[in-house]
């Protein structure tokens, strides 16, 4: 598998494979302990309705998408709903 930077994911576009565009990726959650990945935590796009969508907000309203939810990383990053 080719290794990408997460400097190089910050600010890219998050879309749903129905074409919802969700915003853009703010940052990624880790656990200290696991160092596993956790969340992909998005500012919404201004259109998006956060509470149509099945995703928990943070405090800031950002969305927190389970980082399992991701279908596609390239251009943009596609997730499942």
Not at 19 to 40: P, Q, R, V, W
Not at 71 to 80: A, F, G, M, P, W
């Amino acid at each position: 598998m080719d290794e990408i930077l997460a400097k190089n994911l910050i600010d890219k576009s998050i879309v749903g494979i129905d074409g919802t565009d969700f915003g853009t990726l703010y940052n990624i959650t880790m656990g200290l302990e696991s160092a596993k990945l956790g969340d992909l935590v998005i500012d919404p796009n201004e259109g998006l309705s956060t509470q149509s969508v099945d995703f928990e907000t943070d405090e800031n309203g950002r969305l927190r998408i389970p980082i399992n939810q991701i279908s596609t990383l390239n251009d943009q990053i596609v997730i499942r709903r």
